[in-house]
């Protein structure tokens, strides 16, 4: 069927309206979607945090993220060796450690001695002692520096650990109580009293010692070892006793003037 121009011109303003979008045809605009919300920015909450400088405590609130920059918002400006615990870089925790410091610390390496362990040996002779085991120092690994305290410059060990342990000296101890079988009944007391007035550490410039004054010859010539003097009453006394037992009862030649004592 043939159209008539009047339709086609009507035809065609709907045909273009389609194509366009309806809306727009009938002379109305579609609104915009709505925009997302943009973030906004949030300040931290505050946070309390102890600071410990030099051993002083102090409470101080900051909205920081590490511990430089709450130090800094607490006004604590930090030397060049000053020790920082946690480091300064590190996030913010609840304690913060400062320790003021002069100086770099530096490594020191310190011996630890060893001990020594007396056991006791029935099958030494009385007042002996055998080196059983040799004693090893430990070692000790310090961290120092200086510091001021007191307005005085002083150092201080700021860490240590222990990178080895000593080994413990083994001495094996005689008996320390002993008779020399009869001679054991003379009076040594009496002997003693009169040569040193029983006093275990008399020591006579002419070079005698002890409770007897042994001679250093006499008592090394008996057993002893170092001075007479520094040995115990009871050793002097076993060491008198074999010395009386070695000159066959001379007593005459070891104490001219006391020895008359033995038998009172």
């Not at 300040?43 to 993220?65: F, Q, W």
């Not at 413990?168 to 040193?196: D, F, M, Y």
């Amino acid at each position: 069927m043939r159209r008539s121009p009047a339709m086609s011109l009507v035809v065609l303003p709907l045909l273009l309206a389609a194509a366009c979008g309806g809306s727009e045809a009938t002379g109305q605009k579609k609104s915009a979607a709505p925009l997302a919300d943009a973030p906004r920015a949030t300040t931290p909450a505050p946070r309390e945090v102890t600071v410990v400088l030099d051993g002083r405590k102090r409470r101080i609130s900051t909205t920081s993220a590490t511990v430089q920059e709450a130090l800094s918002q607490a006004g604590i400006t930090l030397g060049e060796h000053d020790l920082v615990t946690p480091p300064r870089t590190a996030p913010l925790t609840d304690v913060i450690k400062v320790v003021r410091l002069l100086s770099a610390p530096r490594t020191k390496v310190v011996k630890l001695p060893p001990q020594t362990v007396r056991r006791k040996d029935a099958k030494l002779p009385p007042f002996t002692e055998k080196e059983v085991r040799k004693g090893r120092p430990g070692v000790k690994i310090l961290q120092v520096a200086w510091v001021r305290r007191g307005g005085k410059k002083v150092q201080t060990v700021l860490s240590q650990k222990i990178k080895s342990r000593p080994v413990a000296r083994i001495v094996a101890v005689g008996p320390q109580g002993a008779s020399v079988g009869s001679v054991a009944n003379l009076n040594w007391n009496g002997l003693a009293k009169c040569e040193s007035g029983n006093n275990p550490r008399a020591v006579n410039p002419a070079g005698y010692y002890g409770l007897y004054q042994f001679s250093l010859p006499s008592w090394q010539s008996v057993g002893g070892s170092g001075k007479p003097s520094e040995a115990s009453p009871a050793e002097q006394t076993y060491r008198a006793q074999m010395l009386y037992k070695k000159v066959n009862g001379r007593w005459q030649g070891q104490w001219p003037h006391c020895g008359k004592f033995l038998f009172s």
